[in-house]
């Protein structure tokens, strides 16, 4: 059993109270990963690569006991899952907005420092818009110029489903994408269009033809990519 923890914000202010549970980036992160779907201990870690096992099972107990999550068995009874909860659901608009505003008044302040690598495919390879994909297997070759570890990744999709391989998985390459993280970072946070980094070499892409030719329709791109720095960007 998981005892309460008693968070003391040294007043009566519920804001205060909500920060001593949520002021923490980790925190932040676990609760974004979970309303991106992410259920599993493990896909945790690949999402958050920066975040060590004991702190993510540290913030995963916390949220339990502060009935923002429940930790219960997967249908296959096999492994276990994290969920939200009633209150953990209500966070959405709270985390999304943040989220927002950040991205309107601190576009500026996200540098290249901020990327990892890791962190970054997953996101890519689960914004992947399957729907203007052919029917069937394709697989995405990535490779990036500026990386000495973590150059080289592999995207299967087939129908919904997108697997990331850090390993080559065996499979005949439909496309070949290579650029820069920051060019593939800019196209997807929506600094960039395919088109444009297409039209001055900033980023390569190789393979079937008529995928190239649609690239801006399945090309992955964040959620937020229509939220615009109320400061423009160079």
């Known amino acids: 059993m998981v005892e309460n923890i008693d968070i003391e914000s040294g007043s009566l202010c519920p804001a205060l109270a909500s920060a001593g549970i949520l002021g923490d980036k980790w925190t932040l992160l676990i609760l974004r990963e979970l309303f991106l779907g992410t259920v599993r201990f ?3 870690q690949r999402a958050l690569p920066r975040l060590s096992p004991t702190v993510l099972s540290k913030r995963l107990k ?3 006991a502060n009935d923002l999550i429940v930790r219960k068995a997967s249908a296959s009874g096999r492994t276990k899952e994290y969920r939200l ?3 953990g659901r209500d966070l959405g608009p709270i985390i999304e907005y943040m989220a927002v505003w950040g991205l309107r ?4 302040r996200i540098g290249e420092e901020d990327y990892d690598i890791s962190g970054f495919m997953w996101d890519f390879h689960r914004t992947l818009k399957t729907d203007s994909l052919p029917d069937g297997e394709i697989v995405i070759f990535v490779k990036f110029t500026d990386q000495g570890s973590y150059s080289r990744w592999w995207l299967v999709a087939n129908g919904n489903t997108v697997d990331l391989c850090i390993d080559d998985p065996g499979k005949e390459v439909d496309l070949y994408l290579t650029a820069s993280l920051d060019c593939l970072a800019a196209i997807w946070m929506g600094d960039r269009s395919v088109k444009e980094a297409l039209n001055t070499n ?3 892409i190789e393979g079937l033809p008529y995928l190239i030719r649609d690239a801006s329709s399945w090309f992955p791109q964040s959620p937020l990519s229509n939220v615009r720095p109320t400061v423009p960007l160079d």
């Open 42 to 44: 493990n896909d945790f």
């Open 62 to 64: 916390m949220l339990e």
């Open 85 to 87: 909860t009633r209150s």
């Open 105 to 108: 008044w601190r576009r500026r």
């Open 202 to 204: 900033s980023i390569v």
